[in-house]
């Protein structure tokens, strides 16, 4: 491929989870940035300008695929949503070629939402996963996606038999390894639809194949009672860390519900809470106390949680973040290190390090944003400017492997 240069003012990490902005230029060449140049942004570049902004593309920790076509499904608790809405509408996932046709729209939403890579569920359907993962992965998409395990609790035709779904996620897992651009992850979907030995052997199913793990945890009072009840009073991470589920490369959904304890078993097995502020407040499941988990030392991420969360774009579930956090009186992110979070903190806390920041070597997975506001003229900070005043539609073009594959208007 043709080298080009995108110009602009580029986002990079300045300092420890913190992003700035820098102007210069990205040079790419076969897929990669080969070289960043920084100080002067050339006037001679193919893309990007003095007003613009290079990013990498943005990452969502969490969200469900198969959910697309049901946001906005409001007024129910997730019990009651999950049972009345969600499993019906993956039912639908019983067709695999529904699920490609699904997964193909999903991706070009978010592409023109400016993400780029993220974790997903997909259903308990084998082959419906496998359609999404081949979909996702002829995109160039860098993603994690995990066939979702489920054998109690859910409507009959979304259980599957523990050694039925042991089966299917080994053989997924030897498919899409985890080098691979399109990786499987381990989806128990969470305790209270999993039985126990279900549960070990998703576990033992991780750390045979090094796989990413992805469930739920402690979203709402209900589900952690139900779980109490289910487990004969275990908590709800100690039914996970049971069940070998907690280590370094396991992504748990919400954590709003969790106390001291939880939180050193957490920061004790290096496990990442992906939080999910939209979805939260949707469901009316409770605000994450996130200051909480950052001074436990507990690894955070940032999820859409799509859909039950009905944000597609990171900035805006960034910016959830940060107006939950005022919310409830939590010391607050700054929008440096809110955009840190929706691209190389994400990127870390899926351990990928091929996406996430402008980087030689990187994938150019990058977004060239075109803001119509005068976010440089001074006196406010800039990225907070363009997070809270974020427009989908500044997204000139969003860049995967140095391939335009979304361009506005
Ligand atoms: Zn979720």
Same mark, same amino acid.
């Given at each position: 491929m043709n080298k080009r240069i995108i110009a602009g003012q580029l986002l990079q990490e300045i300092a420890t989870g913190v992003c700035g902005l820098v102007p210069g230029a990205v040079v790419i060449q076969d897929e990669r940035i080969t070289d960043i140049i920084e100080g002067e942004i @050339?006037?001679?570049a193919d893309a990007g300008g003095l007003q613009a902004l290079i990013c990498p593309? /943005?990452?969502d920790a969490h969200l469900h695929l198969p959910q697309f076509d049901i946001v906005g499904a409001h007024g129910l608790p997730l019990l009651d949503w999950l049972s009345g809405v969600t499993f019906p509408a993956e039912q639908r996932w019983d067709d695999p070629a529904f699920a490609a046709g699904m997964t193909r729209c999903a991706a070009r939403r978010l592409l023109a939402s400016g993400t780029v890579s993220f974790a997903s569920y997909a259903t308990v359907h084998h082959e419906a996963t496998?359609?999404? #993962?081949q979909?996702?992965?002829a995109l160039g998409m860098k993603a994690a996606v995990g066939q979702v395990l489920m054998n109690r609790n859910a409507i009959p035709e979304l259980c599957r038999s523990t050694s039925q779904l042991l089966q299917e996620?080994?053989?997924?897992?030897?498919a899409f390894p985890p080098e691979s651009r399109v990786e499987f992850a381990v989806t128990p979907r969470f305790a209270v639809t999993c039985t126990e030995d279900l549960l070990i052997g998703a576990g033992a199913l991780a750390a045979e194949k090094g796989a990413l793990i992805q469930t739920h945890l402690a979203e709402t009072v209900p589900e952690c009672q139900k779980v109490d009840e289910l487990f004969g009073g275990v908590s709800y991470v100690n039914v996970y860390r049971n069940a070998n589920l907690l280590s370094g490369k396991s992504v748990l959904g919400h954590g709003v519900h969790l106390d001291t304890h939880d939180l050193m078993l957490l920061h004790e097995a290096n496990s990442v809470v992906a939080h999910c502020p939209v979805a939260n407040s949707f469901l009316g499941s409770g605000a994450m106390n996130r200051s909480g988990l950052q001074r436990h030392g507990v690894? !955070?991420?940032?999820g859409s949680d799509i859909g039950a969360g009905y944000e597609i774009s990171m900035v805006r579930v960034a910016r959830a973040m940060i107006e939950t956090a005022a919310a409830t009186g939590d010391a /607050? @992110?700054?929008a440096a290190e809110a955009w840190h979070l929706i691209t190389a903190g994400n990127a870390d806390a899926l351990g990928w390090s091929e996406v996430g920041r402008l980087r030689v070597g990187a994938s150019a997975d990058l977004l060239v944003v075109q803001p119509d506001i005068p976010w440089l003229s001074g006196g406010i900070d800039p990225l907070a400017m !363009? #997070? /809270?005043g974020w427009n989908d539609r500044w997204i000139s073009q969003t860049l995967i492997r140095g391939h335009c594959c979304f361009r506005q208007g």
């Open positions: @050339p006037a001679s593309g /943005f990452i496998k359609a999404a #993962m979909c996702v992965e996620a080994a053989s997924l897992a030897d690894r !955070l991420a940032l /607050f @992110p700054s !363009l #997070m /809270f």
